[in-house]
């Protein structure tokens, strides 16, 4: 996928510290934080007396692989850093996406980098690493502002603003750490032999994905979720389709 125009934003990249399980990593800044800031849940922001940014590790055009929303296209807008680091011996699985570098951008200069790749999708997805802890009523307002639906992919650790149009939450954490406990669809990531929880959250829509291998769907991953879902009804089964797919 083309990318849009560079800001002249500095670029931030560092080394990922260890993930805590249930957790909020506090990562430096290029600068203070402003005090609302300390007060909150390890959020991430730039520094007072300048317009508010966000650390953009990447926006790209493409299909949404997974979920409900399967199939459809979206623009896609990864943001940067995690608060959870998923491994195979702690989650099942690891995470394969590079969501440490980045650049920071005002929300206005994310939405012409964004329209640039498609003037007339009418769907953006924040993802990440974990969007949460970045996203705001102001990153919202804009986005709504250009035309755009909004959808999210969280692990639920931490409550969302209003205003979002399309809720998943993935739990990375244990149940009772979930703090966003309605969403539209919450999916849950199986390794074979994995345990389905009890989840705390309300959703529309259950669903169970298998975990890859890499860019590879894992055999019996796929049919110990199968299996999940045939015995715990109203679950059902998504795959990582994009994967399959190889797209974004």
């Known amino acids: 996928m083309g990318e849009g125009p560079k800001s002249q934003a500095p670029a931030v990249s560092a080394p990922r510290p260890k993930g805590l399980r249930g957790k909020l990593i506090r990562y430096p800044l290029p600068a203070a ?4 800031c300390e007060a909150g849940s390890g ?4 520094p007072c007396g300048v317009a508010a940014r966000y650390l953009v590790n990447e926006i790209f055009f493409s299909l949404q692989g997974e979920g409900v929303r399967a199939g459809t296209p979206n623009l896609f807008l990864r943001l940067a850093r995690c608060n959870e680091e998923c491994r195979v011996e702690t989650h099942g699985f690891d995470c394969d996406t590079e969501f440490e570098s980045g650049r920071w951008l005002t929300a206005p200069e994310i939405v012409v980098e964004a329209r640039q790749l498609s003037a007339d999708c009418g769907w953006l997805v924040l993802t990440g690493g974990e969007p949460a802890l970045q996203v705001d009523s102001e ?10 639906q909004l959808a999210i992919e969280t692990n639920g650790s931490v409550e969302l603003p209003p205003g979002i149009d399309w809720i998943t939450v993935s739990p990375k954490v244990a149940e009772h750490a979930i703090r966003q406990r309605t969403a539209h669809e919450v999916k ?6 994995q345990a389905l929880p009890r989840t705390v959250v309300k959703a529309e829509h259950f669903l169970i994905s298998p975990a890859f291998d890499g860019d590879g769907l894992d055999r019996r991953a796929l049919d110990w979720c199968i299996r999940l879902c045939k015995d715990n009804p109203p679950w059902r089964l998504s795959v990582q389709q994009h994967k399959l797919w190889r797209v974004r």
């Open 43 to 46: 959020v991430l922001r730039y």
């Open 139 to 148: 990153l919202i307002d804009a986005l709504h502002g250009a035309g755009l």
């Open 188 to 193: 849950y990531v199986r390794a074979h032999g």
């Open 33 to 36: 934080r402003c005090p609302p």
